[in-house]
């Protein structure tokens, strides 16, 4: 039985009448076994899938996507399933951040161009969820976010080792001597025993986190493991909701607000995220239409403690994490630097959702007088190495080097820093500053995740476990250490970061938000007269389209073309 609207659905645009038209989009979807009635005037979902077999992280997707078919029947709706472009991490290549902007122009255009009334967004590996996020805001239908889950945790020699934050560590005791090879090669087969996402506060993970502090999530989403029967009842429960989501006219226009977005700022720097956070959120926010930058990611997380004690920051995983109560508990925490009153897509507002929530380990979520980093948000640094802003973590760096001033040490591209590391005769010491340069939006293209620059072997060797790394790169939400990120304007664009040279002298300050190259102005003007741009990696197609249109990263990083919110009209008829 058709569930009574207050409105004409958008399907019914398609699906509806006796005409022509309406006769060919519903004799079609008849080849499938579909009887007459589905086409009675019932919601439409649409369930957005990014499975795929390359995407490891998402390939368990068909099992999850079948609960919430159930789901959206149950409620009364008719699911209908599609796929878009998969952004997997792991394999794809140059970097999966190339694609992210593809992947949202995918998903937006399916969903405006089908019969569909309210979608489910089913994310998992790092930049399928913005990018599902990104594509559904520019067209503003009723959505809801399901993740597929961490991984289970990794398994070594006795002990627990997390996605990305152990392959960093171990690679460099490989490299100082202080693993055998052999070792490393076995940690291999423990690390990944599931199927899902990385189970470290990798950028899977604060991603998810994020769909969920924004409210668009169902409670506890974020942490349920991949393989736990919790997902598989949170699928099905996604489904029953975006059927009432559809009947409320609830869009994500309703529940992305300023206040919403503010809120995930602060959670990020309370459960230790991922920098990759800034520019996804940026990017989300501008195809919403809501007025975000980079300057908020500073104000709004100043202050905020760390209290989740995982890796990278801390010492558990994500599996720990569910256990002890998840974001919810987190959010209850910190729930006094929160806008409590934002509206959800459970329908509540966001202070009902987390009521219930408890602390059941407070050594994984702490108590904020036993927090591991007092103000653990993304701090932003500007000077003449970064006019228009950097970041850095700050849970994740090391305190001696938040306060700086150094040799730069230059690396002209990833090439370069690979050819040259490890070379003996390389004039490096601890007190230096690694300089990458040309690996940002335009430059790489996509801003690979080199930013955490693994450190030379002869210091490793010595027992130097730090240094401070400044690039237009980002890194792996699992990685570590005191690493400057995101440099805008980039190399590849004249910033003043293509023309820091070997030996400059380089001036770090955290707590003032300072990044200065100690370089005379008017050397500065030299050196820019004399800089030419680098060459394109790759010429035509999609990659040349990306470079020619692709922001800088304190604007997210998006293509200029897409930011704003194109709605949801129906399209014109295709016969």
Same mark, same amino acid.
């Given at each position: 039985?058709?569930?009574?609207?207050?409105?004409?659905?958008?399907?019914?645009?398609?699906f509806?009448?006796?005409?022509?038209?309406?006769?060919?989009?519903?004799?079609?979807?008849?080849?499938?076994?579909?009887?007459?009635?589905?086409f009675?005037?019932?919601?439409?979902?649409?369930?957005?899938?990014?499975?795929?077999?390359?995407?490891?992280?998402?390939?368990?997707?068909?099992?999850?996507?079948?609960?919430?078919?159930l789901?959206?029947?149950?409620?009364?709706?008719?699911?209908?399933?599609?796929?878009?472009?998969?952004?997997?991490?792991?394999?794809?290549?140059?970097?999966?951040?190339?694609?992210?902007?593809?992947?949202?122009m995918d998903v937006?255009?399916?969903i405006?161009?089908?019969?569909?009334?309210g979608?489910?967004?089913?994310a998992?590996?790092?930049?399928?969820?913005?990018s599902?996020?990104m594509g559904?805001?520019?067209?503003?239908?009723?959505?809801?976010v399901?993740?597929?889950?961490?991984?289970?945790?990794?398994?070594?020699?006795g002990?627990?080792?997390?996605s990305g934050?152990?392959?960093?560590?171990f690679?460099?005791?490989?490299?100082?001597?202080?693993?055998?090879?052999?070792h490393?090669?076995?940690?291999e087969?423990?690390? #990944?025993?599931?199927?899902?996402?990385?189970?470290?506060?990798?950028?899977?993970?604060?991603?998810?986190?994020?769909?969920?502090?924004?409210?668009?999530?169902?409670?506890?989403?974020?942490?349920?493991?991949?393989?736990?029967?919790?997902?598989?009842?949170?699928a099905?429960?996604?489904?029953r909701?975006?059927?009432?989501m559809?009947?409320?006219?609830?869009r994500?226009?309703?529940?992305?607000t300023?206040r919403?977005?503010?809120?995930?700022?602060?959670?990020n720097g309370?459960?230790?995220? #991922?920098t990759?956070? &800034?520019?996804?959120?940026?990017?989300i926010?501008?195809?919403?239409g809501?007025?975000?930058?980079?300057?908020?990611?500073?104000s709004?997380?100043?202050?905020?403690?760390?209290?989740?004690?995982l890796?990278?920051?801390?010492?558990?995983l994500?599996?720990?994490?569910c256990y002890?109560?998840?974001?919810?508990?987190?959010?209850k925490?910190?729930?006094?630097?929160?806008?409590?009153?934002v509206?959800t897509?459970?329908g509540a507002?966001?202070?009902?959702?987390?009521r219930?929530?408890?602390?059941?380990?407070p050594?994984?979520?702490?108590p904020?007088d036993?927090?591991?980093?007092?103000?653990g948000?993304i701090?932003?640094l500007?000077?003449?190495?970064?006019?228009?802003?950097?970041?850095?973590k700050?849970?994740?760096?090391s305190?001696?080097?938040?306060?700086?001033?150094?040799?730069?040490?230059?690396?002209?591209?990833?090439e370069?820093?690979?050819?040259?590391v490890?070379?003996?005769?390389?004039?490096?010491?601890?007190?230096c500053?690694?300089v990458?340069?040309n690996?940002?939006?335009?430059?790489?293209?996509?801003?690979?995740?080199v930013?955490?620059?693994?450190?030379?072997?002869?210091?490793?060797e010595?027992g130097?476990?730090?240094?401070?790394r400044?690039?237009?790169?980002?890194?792996?939400g699992?990685?570590?250490?005191?690493?400057?990120?995101h440099?805008?304007?980039?190399?590849?664009?004249g910033?003043?970061l293509?023309l820091?040279?070997?030996?400059?002298?380089?001036?770090?300050? &955290?707590?003032?938000?300072?990044?200065?190259?100690?370089?005379?102005?008017d050397?500065?003007?030299?050196?820019?007269?004399?800089?030419?741009?680098?060459?394109?990696?790759v010429?035509?197609?999609y990659?040349?389209?990306y470079?020619?249109?692709?922001?800088?990263?304190?604007?997210?990083?998006?293509?200029?073309?897409?930011?704003?919110?194109?709605?949801?009209?129906?399209?014109?008829? #295709?016969?």
């Amino acid at each position: 039985m058709a569930r009574k609207l207050p409105r004409p659905l958008r399907s019914q645009a398609w699906f509806g009448g006796d005409t022509k038209d309406g006769f060919i989009h519903r004799s079609w979807m008849k080849n499938g076994g579909l009887p007459d009635d589905a086409f009675d005037g019932r919601p439409v979902i649409g369930i957005c899938n990014t499975f795929s077999e390359f995407t490891p992280c998402n390939a368990h997707f068909r099992g999850l996507a079948e609960q919430i078919k159930l789901g959206v029947l149950e409620a009364g709706g008719l699911p209908l399933e599609f796929p878009v472009f998969s952004c997997g991490e792991s394999n794809l290549r140059p970097t999966a951040m190339l694609f992210r902007n593809l992947a949202s122009m995918d998903v937006e255009e399916a969903i405006r161009g089908n019969p569909m009334d309210g979608v489910v967004l089913m994310a998992g590996c790092d930049k399928t969820t913005p990018s599902l996020l990104m594509g559904a805001a520019s067209c503003d239908l009723p959505s809801i976010v399901i993740s597929g889950g961490p991984m289970l945790n990794g398994k070594f020699r006795g002990a627990d080792i997390g996605s990305g934050t152990d392959v960093w560590k171990f690679s460099e005791d490989v490299r100082a001597g202080r693993m055998p090879r052999e070792h490393f090669m076995a940690a291999e087969n423990g690390m #990944s025993r599931s199927p899902g996402h990385c189970m470290t506060m990798g950028t899977a993970s604060t991603m998810a986190s994020m769909a969920e502090s924004l409210g668009l999530t169902l409670p506890g989403n974020a942490a349920y493991p991949a393989v736990d029967a919790h997902r598989a009842r949170l699928a099905r429960l996604t489904g029953r909701r975006i059927v009432g989501m559809v009947a409320e006219d609830l869009r994500l226009s309703k529940v992305l607000t300023r206040r919403a977005f503010l809120n995930a700022i602060r959670m990020n720097g309370a459960i230790g995220g #991922s920098t990759n956070a &800034v520019v996804h959120l940026l990017a989300i926010a501008g195809r919403i239409g809501v007025d975000l930058t980079l300057d908020d990611w500073d104000s709004a997380g100043r202050g905020v403690p760390t209290i989740v004690n995982l890796m990278p920051s801390g010492r558990y995983l994500m599996e720990d994490f569910c256990y002890a109560g998840g974001i919810p508990a987190v959010m209850k925490e910190v729930s006094d630097l929160l806008d409590l009153d934002v509206p959800t897509v459970t329908g509540a507002t966001l202070g009902d959702n987390i009521r219930p929530a408890e602390n059941f380990d407070p050594d994984v979520i702490r108590p904020r007088d036993r927090a591991l980093v007092r103000d653990g948000g993304i701090a932003v640094l500007r000077g003449n190495l970064a006019a228009s802003g950097a970041i850095l973590k700050p849970s994740a760096a090391s305190p001696e080097l938040m306060r700086h001033r150094g040799r730069a040490v230059v690396f002209e591209s990833i090439e370069h820093y690979k050819a040259t590391v490890d070379d003996p005769a390389l004039d490096i010491d601890e007190t230096c500053v690694m300089v990458l340069k040309n690996c940002g939006p335009k430059g790489y293209p996509g801003m690979a995740e080199v930013g955490n620059m693994a450190l030379p072997k002869k210091l490793l060797e010595r027992g130097v476990r730090d240094m401070v790394r400044i690039s237009d790169a980002r890194m792996s939400g699992t990685a570590y250490g005191t690493v400057v990120l995101h440099c805008a304007p980039e190399a590849a664009v004249g910033g003043t970061l293509a023309l820091v040279r070997t030996g400059d002298i380089i001036d770090l300050d &955290v707590d003032a938000r300072r990044l200065h190259l100690d370089v005379p102005e008017d050397e500065l003007a030299r050196r820019a007269a004399a800089w030419t741009p680098p060459e394109p990696a790759v010429r035509g197609g999609y990659q040349s389209l990306y470079v020619e249109r692709v922001m800088q990263a304190d604007r997210g990083a998006d293509l200029d073309f897409l930011v704003g919110c194109r709605g949801h009209a129906v399209p014109r008829e #295709s016969h």
